[in-house]
């Protein structure tokens, strides 16, 4: 059974930072691309990062581009989001997502992030 965890969300304020994990298990961890999304109260889930298996390739929506990082750890079967310069807008749950080539699409139950002006 595949399950991520995801943690580290919380409150900060505005230009503060967080640092995301999301623990897998049940699954080929180094097989697998990991990506994060987020979804704000009211707005559809957006995606914000991803990492192939390699983590040499990462990808960012562009209104997180030059502020947040993903990385990930194949041993520890964890991926991670460091978010600095954080505005009111990047508020939402963030969520973790699991894309395993033959077997399908998993996601985690979300981390709540806030940011306070």
């Known amino acids: 059974q595949v399950q991520l965890v995801e943690s580290g969300g919380g409150l900060v304020q505005v230009g503060g930072s967080l640092r995301l994990s999301c623990a897998a298990s049940?699954?080929?961890?180094?097989?697998?691309?990991m990506r994060w999304y987020r979804q704000a109260p009211g707005k559809e889930r957006e995606f914000v990062a991803a990492?192939?298996?390699?983590?040499?390739?990462?990808a960012y929506a562009n209104s997180v581009k030059g502020r947040f990082t993903i990385s990930r750890d194949n041993a520890k079967s964890t991926v991670y989001l460091q978010m600095n310069r954080l505005k009111p807008d990047d508020t939402a749950i963030y969520y973790c997502?699991?894309?395993?080539?033959?077997?399908?699409?998993?996601w985690g139950q979300g981390t709540q992030v806030t940011v306070s002006s």
């Open positions: 049940g699954l080929t961890f180094s097989r697998s691309s």
């Open positions: 990492s192939d298996w390699s983590g040499d390739n990462p």
């Open positions: 997502q699991a894309v395993v080539l033959g077997t399908g699409t998993y």
